[in-house]
């Protein structure tokens, strides 16, 4: 058996081990809402009554948090926000924050 080494490299894009590599990093991914893992992506989701209001917000913060932890980057530029419904229109719109950029 080998001893453990620490990696310095990074992982070549369209390897069969990245995506490996995310799911291992990342398993213990958590937040307060669903939380879908596939690949390298993660997608957050909610489903809101007639009367309730949003608390995405805290997800991708907590996301973050824990992204660090694990030393992963979230890449803000290809984060993306889609919301679905006719109750849009009831409720302001309010933008969700990544790491101080709106998704």
Known sequence: M???T???GAMPQGSWLGPLTFLVLMNDLTAECHVYKFVDDTTL???LGVDQHSRMQDNPDHIV????AS???INVKKTKE???GGGMRKQPHQELMLQGNAI
């Open 71 to 73: 030393l992963m980057n």
């Open 82 to 84: 889609m919301r679905l």
């Open 6 to 8: 620490t990696l310095t």
């Open 65 to 68: 948090t824990q992204s660090a």
């Open 2 to 4: 080998s001893d453990w």
């Open 45 to 47: 989701s909610e489903v």
